[in-house]
């Protein structure tokens, strides 16, 4: 399948104008990592929509089409665009905690275990009541089900999940709410006036966009929309873990504040912000930033014509729906792992894609939905509520026909990928990184802001 016809039903289920995709030229067809899946196709046609989305808001503005092309190579390499970020030179340490991956259960399924951030590594050793080694895990978990340990860890604030195959996973209740979902929900939610584009000398000018998010799908999303020239501001806190390399590869084009919402003065500091910001994107549990008075009928309520974008890993319906997930874990959870160990022969273990395909994919699925989302409320006005969740992007990776040659094609080399490296000074020193592959005529994408430390700027427009 082509990205362009990957690309097509969620561009015109989204109210984009099908006319549009003449413009888009998505050049290449080859797989470009190797893959059962069509991961290269998915992150081709992903990346193309929000360039082809971006150059709708210019059109809206300023009456002129400006064509959009994506190289294939380029996008598929930038779908690992935290493996290439360089500082001083120096490639990026290993993103994995010791004790995270996949472990032999004692019914013979396979567990796969997420334990980059401390509070969670904690949470595991304390449900398995063993030391922190990968030995003593292995261990503790060989004398108890997948199962078992999955539905526990869900209670104990830990992140596990059984693999399952495709076909046990769309059988189950949450499989089958997350089925039913479409790609990008998009739902209006309150009334107000329309709020005209603003755009002036790049597609996303004078949107001001608020990111409460961490680790890569969420980052990937205000990275995007900062790309094509949207003032984005990264809010954190101190207390909040962080992964550094990610940090850094997903803070492109971005201000960084610190505001800790526990606290009554900075929830009023964020509602501030929000009186000016026309996107709002957060990725944290479903209902968790509710508790704050950060929902989405709350903030629709009190700053009209806001439009919320939330990230979730299992969705927002079904018994999973509250759920703590990252890619890793629900590649495991809705059948990928075990589709990519059998496309490559391989029957004694888990096998995960050769990107974080989940979280990319829905990074650019949160940019795509918030720009139809500043197109319908240039038109009719309103307050908007787009949703995406890691594993209905599984379900849409899946779906797409398997790659042809995938599991033939080569690890892209040096020379390939420092071809698409961009080199800029940032907060952390010298760096380079992938430049963005979506191309709009006339109109590049660019970040003009480096990547800094997270809290370096005050939290203020």
């Known amino acids: 399948m082509t990205a362009a016809a990957i690309l ?4 015109q289920q989204l109210g984009f104008d099908p006319a549009a995709l003449n413009r888009l030229t998505l050049a290449g067809d ?34 002129e089409d400006r064509s959009v092309t994506v190289d294939r190579a380029h996008a598929a390499i930038e779908f690992r665009s935290e493996r290439y970020c360089r500082i001083n ?33 904690r949470a595991l050793i304390d449900l398995l009541n063993c030391s922190a080694e990968r030995a003593a895990v292995t261990a503790a978990v060989a004398g108890r089900s997948a199962a078992e340990i999955e539905t526990a860890a869900a209670a104990h604030g830990a992140i596990t999940a059984m693999m399952r195959t495709t076909d046990e996973w769309r059988g ?60 984005v501001m990264a809010i954190t806190a101190p207390h909040l873990p962080a992964v550094l390399p990610l940090v850094m ?59 919320y974008v939330s990230l979730s890993a299992y969705g927002h319906q079904g018994p999973w729906s509250g759920r703590r997930g990252f890619d890793s874990i629900a590649q495991a959870a809705i059948g ?29 699925l949160l940019a795509l939905g918030a720009l139809a989302a500043v197109l319908r409320r240039a038109e009719e006005g309103g307050s908007w509520h787009v949703q995406v969740a890691l594993a209905r992007t599984g379900h849409w990776l899946q779906d797409i026909p398997p790659a042809v040659n995938g599991i033939a094609a080569a690890e892209p080399d ?32 660019h970040w003009s802001r480096p990547s800094v430390t997270l809290g370096r700027h005050a939290a203020a427009w």
């Open 89 to 121: 030179g120096e490639k990026p340490a290993n993103l994995w905690d010791p004790l995270a991956g996949a472990y032999r259960c004692a019914d013979q399924r396979w567990l796969r275990v997420h334990t980059n951030f401390a509070h969670h590594r």
């Open 8 to 11: 097509s039903p969620i561009w």
């Open 414 to 445: 040096d020379d390939r990928v420092n071809a698409l490296l961009e080199a800029h000074e940032s907060g952390f020193g010298p760096m380079r990184a992938i430049k963005h592959a979506g191309m709009i005529d006339g109109l590049p994408p």
């Open 249 to 307: 590869d997903g803070g492109r084009g971005k201000r960084s504040g610190y505001l800790d919402l526990r606290t009554s003065a900075d929830q009023a500091r964020l509602s501030g912000l929000l009186n000016d910001a026309d996107i709002f994107v957060q990725g944290y549990r479903p209902g968790a930033i509710a508790g704050q008075g950060f929902g989405a009928a709350d903030v629709a309520a009190k700053h009209p014509g806001i439009i």
């Open 172 to 231: 189950a209740a949450q499989g089958q709410a997350i089925a039913a979902l479409p790609l990008v929900a998009i739902d209006k939610i309150a009334d107000s006036p329309p709020v005209p584009i603003k755009a002036d000398k790049r597609p996303l000018d004078g949107l001001r966009v608020l990111d409460l998010t961490r680790i890569i799908a969420g980052p990937v999303c205000g990275r995007v929309l900062a790309a094509h020239g949207a003032d």
């Open 336 to 364: 990928i792992n075990h589709g990519e160990a059998a496309g490559f022969g391989v029957t004694d273990q888990p096998q995960a894609l050769p990107a974080q395909a989940l979280d990319h994919g829905s990074g650019y």
């Open 30 to 63: 080859d797989a470009i990592l190797p893959s059962f899946y069509d991961v290269s196709g998915l992150a081709q046609a992903s990346i193309g929509g929000v360039a082809l989305a971006a150059s709708e808001v210019w059109r809206q503005a300023h009456g």
